[in-house]
């Protein structure tokens, strides 16, 4: 019977993917982007080529299939400064049980506070603040369905405060891993941010202009030339940032204490084109990791690189930092720490 579960899941997987396929960029065509921004400084070092490497408990963000790896348990912690004073935080905590791996994760992103701003006061001088924040946490599962295939969701819930709007909704994520036996390689496919429509509240958002904040009441007509009603929903619904992800790995040199992988990656995102990615690791000893990567076909930002190394003063206890170029944005610099118990 297992010799059918892994065709039906890994067609089940690719099936999911076909909505996202398109002929042209749709940039701009989705809402809470902050889901895409990786976490993690062992992944981004690698250009994100991760899917068919994680092995950890920030593996629920690029596969969770893969944290069937971790023999006990894992937690993860990570920070990433994006620009304009962006800031990103996340975390992670997988345990293994006799019914599989679960685990719980999240992420938050904050801008602090902005300056609220209209059409004749563009600098927002006297008019107050406002807070933007993006939440999501949710919890995992993973189990291996054969010796060598494993499969894993996440179930997200979802939360965007901005200004006078404080939304909800949900996603989940679903990977497969798969070693293949041949050497080492093996394969690592995921579909990230699955589900529906995020909505917003906009009252009367093409109605009657008559006061702020609304900028309107409702009179059953078009008033925007938009085709949609005052109240209609669907205008003011948001894609999520579908995802799909699938990868390999494997060592081109291994010894009793080092190591170098190298991984590749295709990533197709609902709303851009497919990008590559390519990364590689080198570890030293068992305590030192050299990393650096490309993502190929990307207006901004190619080149990865950073390092990780192994806490002597904590058994299990790893840091890893990671530097992206990201052009005309200049360089990101994150930093995450992880722990096996």
């Known amino acids: 019977m297992r010799k059918f579960i892994i065709p039906a899941v890994l067609l089940a997987v690719l099936g999911l993917c076909l909505p996202v396929q398109a002929q042209f960029a749709k940039v701009g065509t989705v809402g809470l982007k902050?889901?895409?921004?990786?976490?993690?400084?062992?992944?981004?070092?690698?250009?994100?080529?991760?899917?068919?490497?994680?092995?950890?408990?920030?593996?629920?963000?690029?596969?969770?299939?893969?944290?069937?790896?971790?023999?006990?348990?894992?937690?993860?912690?990570?920070?990433?400064?994006?620009?304009?004073?962006?800031?990103?935080?996340?975390?992670a905590i997988v345990k293994k049980t006799g019914i599989g791996h679960i685990g719980a994760h999240f992420s938050i992103l904050s801008t602090g506070l902005m300056n609220r701003t209209t059409y004749e006061n563009q600098d927002g001088a006297g008019q107050g603040t406002f807070v933007f924040e993006d939440w999501a946490m949710g919890v995992s599962y993973a189990r291996y369905l054969t010796d060598r295939f494993s499969f894993g969701t996440n179930f997200k819930f979802i939360r965007e405060k901005l200004a006078d709007w404080d939304e909800k909704g949900w996603a989940f994520d679903i990977g497969t891993?798969?070693?293949?036996?041949?050497?080492?390689?093996?394969?690592?496919?995921?579909?990230?941010?699955?589900?529906?429509?995020?909505?917003?509240?906009?009252?009367?958002?093409?109605?009657?202009?008559?006061?702020?904040?609304?900028?309107?009441?409702?009179?059953g007509l078009d008033n925007d030339g938009d085709s949609f009603v005052d109240n209609d929903q669907e205008e003011a619904a948001v894609p999520l940032p579908l995802s799909f992800r699938a990868g390999i790995a494997f060592e081109v040199f291994e010894s009793a204490s080092s190591k170098a992988t190298m991984a590749a990656e295709l990533m197709h995102p609902s709303d851009n084109e497919e990008h590559y990615n390519l990364g590689g690791e080198y570890w030293f000893q068992d305590l030192i990791a050299l990393r650096a990567g490309y993502k190929l076909n990307l207006d901004e930002g190619g080149f990865t690189a950073g390092a990780g190394i192994k806490l002597p003063v904590l058994s299990g206890a790893f840091f890893d930092y990671a530097y992206n170029d990201l052009g005309k944005l200049q360089g990101v610099h994150r930093g995450s720490f992880s722990l096996s118990f």
């Open 34 to 91: 902050f889901l895409d921004i990786g976490v993690g400084g062992r992944a981004l070092a690698m250009g994100e080529a991760y899917a068919a490497v994680a092995n950890d408990a920030s593996a629920v963000f690029w596969n969770p299939a893969g944290i069937v790896h971790i023999s006990t348990g894992d937690v993860f912690f990570g920070y990433t400064n994006w620009p304009a004073d962006i800031n990103l935080y996340s975390g």
């Open 177 to 219: 891993y798969y070693d293949t036996g041949f050497k080492s390689l093996r394969i690592g496919m995921a579909i990230l941010n699955f589900g529906p429509d995020f909505r917003y509240d906009v009252p009367d958002f093409d109605g009657v202009p008559v006061a702020a904040p609304y900028n309107g009441h409702a009179d």
